[in-house]
């Protein structure tokens, strides 16, 4: 059975593979649309990003929707120094042909829930959630009809990436985070503390090239790119694979181990805004709110990733170059 899916995103190179990752299992995700956020780069670039990477696998057909262009208060924060002036820095693409969608991202997630069964739809979360609280706030009566929502997002051991305490989506709307930890609904957080186990160390790399599809290729060219920033800022032997892995927990949740605990957002210190206080060892009477993860089999989710990458490189690249009408969906 097909589990049918939302991303909302802020591509970035990350964001980008893990789209690809989505769009490469059509046995078991089916893609309803994409709606994107200002995040790792402003709006404008998030929403042309998202429609390159569906032209680069020839999924035109996939509805991309623009959403907030800043976070509920405060300056846009933006992660240039990471992903580059474009947020694709690293892969040379085409500017995309595809059209946005004229309905807004709140309102096709709605519509979307509207016209599907209560509880078919998981909402992806790879960036900031500015469009996820946008969406409760507007239309609360079609939130129970939302199954699940996975997101990157957050921290606990590993504390923060944009500031020593905070994690980049959270950081960036942390009023929004907010909105959706304490919304009930069913969440999924992968947060640093898997996400830097994922490490793109050369040999992974040179596993994306491997595969020999302009697909393989670009997704490495991409790690390469943003890996010059982390590699110096972590000292580690690669930078690490973020977004990716909330499509991997969907693919094949038994990677991942994490706990079932309380998740509060601080909003307001100058010195900790958008810090994650997780109760990871429930020291705390409030009610657990999300199932955060907390180990991942490393290996095992670039063996996922690889092979999926694999057999959708070799369709979409067969259609590239022949121009043939042989869609994605039917190569894989
Ligand atoms: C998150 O922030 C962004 O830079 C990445 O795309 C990822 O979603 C990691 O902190
Ligand atoms: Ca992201």
């Known amino acids: 059975m097909t589990r049918k899916i939302i991303i909302d995103t802020d591509p970035g190179q990350d964001d980008a593979i893990a789209i690809l990752l989505a769009l490469a299992s059509g046995d078991a995700l089916d893609v309803l649309g994409i709606t994107t956020v200002a995040g790792n780069v402003p709006l404008p670039l998030t929403s042309r990003n998202a429609r390159m990477v569906c032209e680069l696998c020839g999924r035109e057909d996939i509805p991309v929707h623009a959403g907030a262009r800043r976070p509920i208060s405060g300056r846009t924060v933006t992660a240039e120094h990471v992903h580059g002036k474009t947020g694709l820095d690293g892969a040379k693409l085409d500017e995309p042909s595809m059209q946005?969608?004229?309905?807004?991202?709140?309102?096709?997630?709605?519509?979307?829930l509207r016209v599907h069964e209560a509880g078919e739809i998981t909402l992806c979360c790879l960036g900031p959630l500015t469009n996820i609280a946008a969406f409760l706030t507007e239309y609360p009566d079609l939130k129970a009809r939302i199954g699940r929502i996975v997101m990157m997002g957050g921290a606990y051991f590993e504390v923060g990436n944009i500031t020593p305490t905070a994690e980049?989506?959270?950081?960036?709307?942390?009023?929004?985070?907010?909105?959706?930890?304490?919304?009930?609904?069913?969440?999924?957080?992968?947060?640093?503390?898997?996400?830097?186990?994922?490490?793109l160390t050369p040999s992974r790399l040179q596993a994306f090239r491997d595969i020999g599809s302009r697909i393989g290729h670009t997704v490495a060219d991409w790690a390469g790119f943003f890996e010059r920033h982390d590699i110096e800022k972590y000292g580690?032997?690669?930078?690490?694979?973020?977004?990716?892995?909330?499509?991997?927990?969907?693919?094949?949740?038994?990677?991942?181990?994490?706990r079932y605990v309380n998740v509060a957002i601080e909003t307001d210190s100058e010195?900790?805004?958008?810090m994650t206080v997780i109760d990871w060892w429930k020291v705390t009477d409030r009610p657990p709110n999300a199932q955060v993860m907390g180990a991942v089999d490393t290996d095992g989710f670039f063996e996922l990733l690889t092979e999926r990458l694999r057999a959708f490189g070799d369709g979409a690249d067969r259609r590239y170059r022949t121009g043939s009408e042989m869609t994605c969906r039917q190569a894989v």
Do not use: C, K, M, W
Request: proline share 7%; no cysteine; glycine share 6%.
């Open 100 to 112: 946005l969608q004229s309905r807004l991202a709140i309102e096709f997630i709605a519509d979307q």
């Open 168 to 199: 980049f989506n959270i950081f960036a709307d942390p009023q929004a985070a907010e909105i959706v930890f304490s919304s009930g609904l069913d969440l999924v957080v992968v947060p640093l503390d898997v996400t830097h186990r994922l490490l």
């Open 236 to 258: 580690s032997d690669g930078a690490p694979l973020h977004d990716p892995a909330v499509i991997a927990y969907l693919l094949d949740p038994t990677l991942f181990t994490g």
């Open 271 to 274: 010195l900790t805004r958008g």
